[in-house]
């Protein structure tokens, strides 16, 4: 199996390096130093500091080179460049292969998932998102993990499940492709909210309301836009949120954590050097919201923290409801 994986950030490396003991794996960085330090150093200092990479696995920076053989392809580019990424390599693929997403995240305007991105671009290639609870730190240290690879083809996503798993690290299926992006798109937002009240000092019995009032407002989101409500139990909705809202290796929790601290957004963003989609993502689930008439109060509260409309300690007494809603739901 020939694996091209496009995009040397923390996750799309930690993928690659899953992969390439087993299967012939070329991973794609943009940077020509990071693809540099991969094959001359097996390391990857830009996103994953000292962490080993196997030697087994090699770089590029041409995008040509990586996908020419390929058998399976495996995005992890943010949702910002994703379409430009697979404009580029569409010419370049070869027919037919499933490729995969590993990015969670809405396009901003058309509010496509990064699967229909591929159907549009890449037609009558199996498209198939891998999501869950996957802090790339972590599982580069050789911890136990969980990810759900999702597909409307179950037959494709057992056959790439197969590819993906390795030792600790397991792989289960879903059919539900809309609820596990969904889930793994909107929970970046809570996120934030965690991290706020992180930084706020707040206790952990607000940040517990915070998480739990936040999975129903994904699982509404998501129910109304056509999934399955117990997805959002599952490793792609709950499990993904549980981790991206504790850990401290979690981006969307870092930001939402320095600006409980009182760090203009600006500055966070400037010295992460990573991609927080929770930023992005907020306006565009409100909208969502708008669309399917549905109330979403702690995305606005973030959203309009990260647009500069209000300070978070004072947005922080708004994300729990006020008691007249019913739960769960």
């Excluded at 993928?15 to 991969?38: D, F, G, N, Q």
């Excluded at 129910?223 to 909705?237: D, I, K, N, S, Y």
């Excluded at 969307?252 to 009182?262: I, K």
Aim: proline share 5%.
């Amino acid at each position: 199996m020939h694996v091209a994986v496009l995009g040397g950030g923390s996750w799309g490396t930690t993928m690659a390096s899953l992969l390439a003991p087993r299967h012939s794996t070329i991973l794609w960085a943009r940077s020509p130093e990071v693809a540099k330090a991969v094959n001359d150093d097996h390391r990857n200092p830009a996103y994953l500091g000292d962490a080993p990479l196997p030697e087994e696995l090699s770089a590029t920076s041409d995008l040509g080179e990586a996908v020419a053989e390929a058998d399976l392809l495996v995005v992890g580019v943010p949702t910002s460049g994703f379409r430009a990424v697979l404009e580029e390599a569409r010419e370049l693929v070869r027919p037919w292969i499933p490729v995969v997403s590993l990015a969670k995240g809405l396009e901003r305007g058309s509010y496509l998932r990064m699967t229909e991105i591929i159907k549009e671009l890449l037609p009558g290639h199996p498209a198939a998102a891998l999501t869950g609870p996957n802090i790339a730190r972590e599982i580069m240290e050789g911890k136990a993990a969980a990810a759900v690879v999702a597909t409307e083809d179950l037959a494709v996503a057992a056959a790439i499940q197969k590819v993906v798993t390795r030792g600790v690290f397991r792989v289960y299926t879903n059919d539900d492709v809309v609820g596990c992006e969904i889930g793994g798109a909107l929970k970046n937002v809570i996120a934030i909210a965690a991290g706020i009240g992180e930084g706020l000092g707040v206790g952990d019995n607000t940040r517990a309301a915070v998480m739990s009032r936040g999975l129903a407002e994904i699982t509404r989101v998501g129910v109304a836009m056509g999934a399955r409500p117990e997805t959002f139990l599952g490793l792609a909705g709950m499990g993904d949120l549980i981790a991206t809202c504790t850990s401290p290796y979690s981006r969307n929790r870092t930001v939402g954590e320095q600006l409980g601290q009182g760090r203009p957004l600006e500055e966070i963003l400037a010295n992460l050097h990573m991609v927080a989609e929770g930023v992005n993502t907020a306006v565009l689930v409100l909208e969502l919201g708008e669309r399917y008439g549905l109330q979403m109060p702690i995305c606005e509260m973030i959203d309009r923290v990260v647009r500069g409309q209000m300070a978070p300690a004072d947005a922080y007494f708004g994300l729990t409801p006020a008691g007249h809603e019913l739960d769960p739901g």
